[in-house]
């Protein structure tokens, strides 16, 4: 549990320097076809990896200064070319002369960023995706996470068929796991710990299982959200009691542990990665990432576009460093990336100060409401930094039998209650900081305690400076089903992108706030070492409880269209969404004290629909010659490209590529801010597949400041399958000085029984 950040997840991507060494990790990227090319002896007749291996061991043998034995960890053979090793400097320079050298990466760590969720998604048993015939198909979801509890109930295999004969995943045996753990719902799992150990030292059994078993819950939390069984009357501890059911409950899974106590390294999750493609996974979900960087430099963004190129869906994080711009991550094109928002359930508590005001918190504390109670904050509560109640801040005598008030900041929101009880404080009440506007996260504390907006916080601040004998109670009042929904998280990483500007990231949002899934029962719901609790399903949140619901419905959408692309299932998800709330307003944006309407930036194309999805009408389908294309278009060199396209794949030459040609969902434009009259055209293809003889219109809500024109605006099918293209012009106008650096609209492809939306975000630079 120490694995988690104040927020209960892990939320930003913590780069962990590999410790002095004479030899460290390095990933080594290489062209497979310049390997095999080059032996001309043997042609084929040895797999490329294997004379990779033979060339590497010669030219290392031929050193006489560093005659160190080569450490291998892992050959990369499927999604991605090349290897990781434990190498001296000296060594990485000779690795250079290897015919087919791309790069070498040192390793690094990265970070780990339902019940009600179904029916808020509107899916329902025996309709739409949840029919039989839907449910009958046996895709395959690989979770890459912290592994999985096995015996659970929400992976029983009553009632499946025999697993799929595609399969070639195994289960793999270590500590408290074996083959016997696995069955037809849990098809494979596996363990990628060499990576973490060449940094941190042998895994410590007794924090953590050397094997597929999860310690630490997050992974079981994520793998039954995207394909967990349907299971009656799951609640916490009595809270959001209901059916709980992964996204694609008749799906199997397949765990793969490369993530540990202190993250996940890129050599562990490269190696899980490799392995899950080659087992068969039809969908990856990967609820973890880091800060962006160029694609040739991202080894996720390497592997997943290994993934795609093998026609598996791949759905990630947005990450949870919000509500910062350009905070997100895992923004490769060919991902989907997930934004995080609240759904209509909440966990409310009510405080009421003594000058009779009141204030609505969160909380998953299960006891009883508490007296009025004397309020501490800050000098009244202790010493320096008394208000972020951090270590030893807290002054026993002022605090005991008291509510004390504590900002969010520095330390977690555990550490703040473990202080705050340690000192002998009756209640604790956390206090938003500005940013995170009205925020309210719902936490399993074991003594009173509640989240509170940065309103409340404000006035409770006000409150306690500007009277003598403060005080304070608070209410909890359970689980109440009805909010206005959905609403931006404020955590939830916003764009635009720093890496691909041509491209609006996130793609989309969906359920990840206070959600309920699958938790270990020897994991305690909270880090602190006194809870004694134990659970069958635990509320957190965070995009990592938003992206495996995306990873669960793709998994349906391919067993109801078998022969979509990864990216014809990302194109349905996206241009379905929907931007209104259930009042019929714009979704707004909790991070913002005036809930202002949130924009693309925060939820991409909107709020996934899958009812919608599962018929879109038309799609943008994408190739990996597209994609490579679109790396040409960014001028990266061949070198760069090899990374992703594995050598072989060379850009065209005299042909005009600009980034905003792929033909993505969406529109991202990038205009100069001081020129009146600059103009950008981009093209689009469709595919029809929605009726035979089907015409569309275009409507376009234009941004501030731009004026858009599309060609044809008219679009008639006559075939299913069929694909048009159309053009849309996008002009800078003169813009007014309140204008802000950006601006957003859409583009809308209307027919009789069809929306299809695509947003449009303006960047002025």
């Known amino acids: 549990m120490v694995l988690w950040t104040p927020l209960l997840f892990l939320a930003f991507m913590a780069t962990t320097s590999i410790a002095s060494m004479d030899k460290q990790t390095y990933i080594i990227h290489m062209d497979k076809t310049k390997i095999t090319a080059s032996d001309h002896t043997l042609g084929n007749a040895k797999p490329w990896y294997e004379l990779m291996m033979d060339s590497m061991h010669e030219i290392l043998s031929q050193e006489e200064e560093d005659m160190s034995p080569l450490e291998l960890l892992y050959i990369y053979k499927t999604s991605i070319s090349g290897f990781a090793a434990q190498l001296s400097t000296k060594q990485v320079q000779s690795l250079k002369r290897l015919n087919g050298f791309l790069s070498a990466t040192p390793d690094e760590m990265l970070s780990l960023h339902i019940t009600h969720t179904p029916q808020f998604l509107g899916l329902h ?9 839907t449910l009958a198909s046996d895709v395959i979801i690989g ?106 409950y008749t799906s199997r899974i397949a765990a793969y542990k490369a993530c540990w106590r202190r993250g996940c390294t890129n050599s562990d999750l490269l190696a899980a990665i490799d392995r899950a493609v080659a087992d068969g996974v039809d969908v990856l979900s990967l609820s973890l990432g880091g800060f962006s960087k160029p694609y040739y430099s991202d080894n996720i963004a390497i592997a997943t576009f290994g993934a795609v190129q093998n026609g598996v869906f791949v759905s990630c994080s947005a990450g949870n460093s919000g509500p910062f711009s350009s905070s997100v991550s895992n923004a490769a094109p060919w991902i989907m990336t997930v934004a995080a928002s609240y759904i209509d359930r909440s966990f409310p508590t009510t405080v009421k100060l003594g000058n009779g005001k009141t204030f609505e918190g969160s909380s998953l504390y299960s006891g009883k409401r508490t007296k009025q109670l004397p309020l501490v904050y800050a000098s009244t509560a202790g ?97 109440v089903y009805g909010n206005i929904a959905p609403v931006m998280a404020a955590f939830s990483s916003r764009g ?27 994991t305690i ?79 991409g194309s909107g709020h996934v629909n899958p009812k919608c999805a599962s018929d879109p009408g038309l799609i943008y389908d994408i190739t990996s010659e597209d994609y490579l294309n679109y790396l040409c278009s960014l001028n990266y060199n061949s070198t760069q490209i090899a990374l992703l ?68 605006k008219c679009l008639k099918f006559e075939n299913l399958g069929e694909k048009l293209s159309y053009n849309v012009r996008f002009n800078a106008l003169r813009r007014t000085k309140s204008s802000s650096n950006f601006s957003f609209g859409s583009l809308v492809w209307m027919s009789e029984f069809y929306t299809v939306r695509s947003p449009i975000a303006v960047t002025w630079q």
């Open 125 to 133: 048993l025996g309709e739409g995706l949840w029919n039989a015939p």
């Open 143 to 248: 979770i890459v996470d912290t592994g999985i509890w096995p015996e659970h109930v929400s992976f029983k295999d009553s009632s499946i068929s025999q697993v799929p004969s595609r399969w070639k995943g195994t289960c793999e045996e270590g500590t408290k796991f074996s083959v016997a753990n696995c069955n037809k719902k849990l098809i494979g799992a596996r363990a990628f710990y060499k990576g973490y150990e060449t940094i941190v030292g042998r895994i410590n059994e007794t924090m953590d299982y050397r094997s597929p078993r999860d310690f630490n819950g997050h992974g079981t939390h994520t793998a039954s959200t995207a394909a967990g069984n349907l299971v009656h009357n799951a609640n916490f501890l009595g809270m959001a009691k209901g059916l709980a059911s992964g996204m694609s």
């Open 383 to 479: 010493g320096q930094l008394a208000q972020f109640c951090i270590n030893d801040s807290l002054v026993p005598k002022l605090v005991k039998g008291k509510i004390v008030a504590c900002e969010q900041g520095i330390n977690s929101r555990v550490e703040k209650e473990e202080q705050v009880k340690n000192a002998g404080g009756a209640g604790m009440l956390l206090l938003n900081a500005e940013i995170y506007g009205e925020e309210l996260l719902a936490d399993s504390h074991t003594l009173p305690a509640t989240s509170l907006g940065a309103s409340a916080g404000k006035a409770i601040k006000n409150y306690v400076r500007l009277n003598k004998n403060p005080t304070a109670s608070i209410t909890f009042r359970g689980t």
């Open 496 to 522: 635009p992108s720093l890496v691909g500007r041509d491209v609006i990231k996130p793609d989309i949002t969906a359920p990840g706030v206070n959600i309920l899934a699958a938790w270990p029962p020897k």
């Open 525 to 603: 719901p909270s880090l602190l070492k006194n809870d004694t609790r134990s659970i069958l399903f635990n509320i957190i949140s965070g995009t990592s409880m938003s992206c495996p619901h995306v990873s669960g419905l793709a998994a349906l959408l391919k067993s109801t269209h078998k022969d979509w692309s990864p990216a014809a299932i990302k194109s349905a998800l996206m241009t379905t969404a929907y931007v209104l709330n259930s009042k019929r307003a714009p979704i707004a944006d909790i991070a913002s004290n005036s809930s202002k309407a949130a924009t693309p930036f925060a939820f």
């Open 645 to 712: 396209s594995r050598g072989n794949f060379t850009c065209p030459n005299n042909a005009f590529l600009q980034p905003g040609d792929l033909n993505y969902p969406s529109f991202a434009v990038l205009l100069d801010q001081n020129a009146s009259n600059t103009s950008v055209t981009y093209k689009r293809t469709v595919t029809n597949v929605g009726t035979p003889m089907s015409t569309y219109v275009v409507q376009v809500d234009e941004p501030n400041g731009v004026s858009v024109t599309v060609e044809p």
